[in-house]
């Protein structure tokens, strides 16, 4: 440990990802394993749905793994119901030692640094991280329901309706990963004065920039290390600001940049205001874009950085404005 | 890893202890670091003064442990409310890398198994495990608030108000730690058919069950081992069952057992029906009872089984039953 910075070697054996309808519209559309047409994937509620959607994204990730719930020591999981019963239900078929998270739209990157701390550390052989958002369910809880038409403003993100599922080993038991976790730097949560739940990128922005800025500091790189610094949901309001804080900082991360809810949905296609957001966001953009491109070897070595705004409705009402985190893994291209 | 056991090294150097009114008047009400006379410690809403539950709780933590919040390298905190917002905002001023988790009730058990995994791998020099619930903000957002006087059936429980925190450190960085956490077990979600929020204790006594028997096994120990095996907060109702799920399989856990949440209200005197609940129950039972206890040699050896209902009131509406874990964690009197 050296300023906060985890040194991991943790390989990604593999990844799913399932989406709904806009998301399968949308630029990545036909990189995703799994969609549904009516985004209800057979369910009575939208919250069931979300639900299937994680029981569908492990289960193709160990298809693709080759091997069933047996082999998989502990799944760690959350997402942004509440009491994350997204997780909570989606995940009990397999009867897998089960870490609950909490790290709103950080989850992914969350799930994925602490399942690479137990596969690194010899506590687990295998890790699942999952994460899950569904547009419909997340809307009423957060806002409003969907029915009553709402009007969204131009900082508004459109949440993803997505999970994806990591499937996490030791580089140490051999196999031949392709996409190694070797560095994290856990976030720490900043709150900046925002009260505003139709601008959460401004909200998580700082907490990314603190992140990257002590990320660079305790490993000594610096952006042009980077293939890609890739942030999980700021959208382009908080892409903006992210890149305005770190260039007033004397950093400069331009060409490597870039959000995954700026990725998801075309911005001028398809009207989602802001850009993508939820745990799904940058869950199913890495899974489904970023780690094909670490295999292959275009992307030699990324940082993702999951941001995650960790308000309630209830707590806005009262007056608070919105924490955020930003959770920050290192990708690299194994052998 | 020997079938899902975590072996661990980790040693709580000191815990800190914040209750309510009803919570200060029960029979271990003079062990708490810090009560408040009308639960709302200084805040005008109840989820706000959850939050400073929290921040109090942490707060004495460092003050027993002498050293401030930049000796701390992570907090690994949660609590029940809608996303985890009396953790979120409690700990805002600490200014320390975060891990959220929810385990629902098992949050303390959980994130002293996180912890001590963090600490006990080097990736952290020092963690704090962080919990929290309030019987105001879990009555009005899980059932129904409290002006509306709803009758309570027998088994429902009471939610504890009460924040409790610990400290943790590698054994092997010296000092003289007196309780140390050595072997964990992770619970697996399990769902048997209870639908009732009013009786928690039964959906989670076979969690409970699971990981108990998982461990008793794993590490080829046996209940008289232990000078005490405690859960978490089945209370009254969910201490039978577990009781009678275990004799059924032939293990008698009778003269140490016993469960956190039949502790902190006296039966008699105090109306809670079924007993104690929340996270803050086994949390705050754990550190000013037991924790001392450890530490004077009282008890040597002990487990501490978290346990946790992961529903949500939505969940419920949609006729879910009602997801259950237990997270287990060995603490032993250190040298």
């Known amino acids: 440990m050296k300023n906060g910075l985890f040194e ?35 369910q009575k509620t939208w919250e069931k749905a979300e639900s299937e959607m994680q029981r569908r ?46 790290g709103a739209c950080s989850t992914a990157a ?72 070797v560095q994290a730097m856990p976030g720490i949560p900043l709150e900046m004065g925002i009260r505003d739940a139709a601008n959460m990128g401004a909200a998580m922005a700082p907490a990314a920039v603190d992140t990257l800025e002590r990320y660079f500091e305790a490993s000594g790189t610096a952006p042009t290390d980077f293939d890609a ?7 382009w309001e908080g892409s903006a600001i992210f890149h305005d804080l770190l260039y007033a900082d004397g950093i400069e991360t331009a060409p490597m940049y870039t959000d995954c809810g700026t990725m998801i949905y075309s911005r001028h296609m398809q009207d989602t205001h802001a850009g993508g957001s939820g745990c799904g966001c940058s869950g199913v953009v890495t899974a489904a874009y970023f780690l094909p491109k670490i295999i292959s070897g275009e992307i030699r070595d990324m940082l993702l950085i999951g941001t995650g705004a960790m308000m309630s409705p209830d707590a806005l009402k009262q007056g608070q404005s919105i924490p955020a985190i930003g959770h920050l893994v290192r990708i690299r291209k194994g052998n």
């Open 8 to 42: 991991l070697d943790a390989a990604i054996l593999c990844a799913g990802s399932v989406v709904g309808c806009k998301e399968r519209e949308g630029p990545l559309g036909n990189l995703f394993d799994m969609h549904d047409t009516d985004d209800r994937f057979g």
């Open 57 to 102: 994204a492990l289960g193709v990730a160990l298809a693709k793994w080759g091997r069933d719930r047996d082999s998989l020591d502990a799944i760690l999981a959350g997402d942004l119901l509440n009491q994350c019963i997204g997780s909570a239900y989606g995940l009990l078929d397999f009867g897998v030692p089960y870490f609950g998270l909490y």
């Open 110 to 181: 969350l799930g994925l640094l602490l399942g690479s701390v137990l596969v690194s550390a010899g506590y687990v052989r295998h890790a699942a991280a999952v994460t899950s958002s569904h547009n419909s369910s997340a809307e009423r809880q957060y806002r409003t329901p969907l029915e009553y038409g709402a009007q969204r403003t131009p900082t508004a993100q459109w949440t993803v309706t997505g999970s994806s599922a990591f499937i996490l080993g030791s580089i140490r038991e051999g196999g031949d990963p392709c996409a190694q976790i």
């Open 229 to 235: 610094i890739v942030t999980g949901d700021l959208g």
